[in-house]
């Protein structure tokens, strides 16, 4: 194993496997931040929306969690963005030069609403109605209630479930390497395949992502440690 070959300036490619890693970072960032505001509103809309909004957005997740990731990337990346510019054309303005990374991040987004949905809907079902209950007793407001009542209350029971779904959103990342974005699995082909070091790459690529995963694990825990404060331990 040549270890030069990961040196951070030229002829060594660390330099371009962390510009890769940001890159993946940004996707799996606004993926899941994007995926969690479709994911409240989607857990809201189940649970209070009329019967044609839970039908929409049962059919929403259903398909979302049916169909492999990889399709829906696929499916995704390409038709959205020719969506869009058609649109545009309909509407008589020019087409928009999509870029990759606002598509990859929206790609993301819209595969993790659906698990996010799921996933907040089940914590706000945790909620003991009594609470929801008292806010409205007190004359809160419907938005009122959900910042200072529901949120509050149902972020014990999310965190696991959204923690899991970051870790996703990051791994999810390496399929955008099918459409030439240029994440860390794909300048780590690239560089494997310029070099003929295939082991000494993909090895260095997984210590990267192994290394997002135990640095996330150690936030994720301060978050959840935080989020049960005042909360009473089971025995």
């Known amino acids: 194993m040549d270890l030069s070959l990961l040196a951070l300036s030229p002829p060594g490619w660390g330099g371009v496997l962390l510009a890769g890693l940001f890159s993946s970072l940004q996707l799996a960032i606004g993926g899941y931040l994007l995926g969690l505001v479709i994911g409240i509103g989607g857990a809201s809309g189940k649970l209070y929306g009329g019967p044609i909004v839970r039908d929409l957005l049962e059919v929403y997740t259903t398909l979302v969690r049916a169909i492999p990731e990889l399709v829906l990337i696929l499916l995704l990346y390409y038709a959205g963005t020719d969506l869009v510019n058609q649109l545009m054309h309909l509407l008589g303005l020019p087409s928009m030069d999509i870029s990759g990374l606002a598509a990859g991040i929206f790609v993301i987004g819209v595969v993790q609403g659906a698990y996010s949905t799921e996933v907040l809907r ?114």
């Not at 009594?130 to 209350?153: D, F, H, I, N, W």
């Not at 790459?201 to 005042?230: C, D, H, P, Q």
């Open 122 to 235: 089940g914590a706000i079902k945790s909620i003991p109605a009594g609470q929801v209950e008292a806010a409205r007793a007190y004359g809160m407001s419907p938005l009122m209630t959900l910042r200072r009542v529901t949120l509050p209350a149902m972020l014990p029971h999310a965190v696991p479930g959204l923690s899991n779904l970051w870790l996703i959103a990051t791994k999810d990342t390496a399929l955008l390497a099918v459409v030439g974005f240029s994440e860390l699995t794909l300048v780590t082909r690239q560089a494997a395949g310029s070099t003929k070091h295939y082991m000494t790459f993909f090895l260095a690529a997984g210590a990267l992502y192994l290394t997002v995963t135990l640095v996330s694990n150690v936030i994720i825990g301060m978050i959840e440690k935080r989020s049960r404060r005042g909360m009473v331990r089971e025995a």
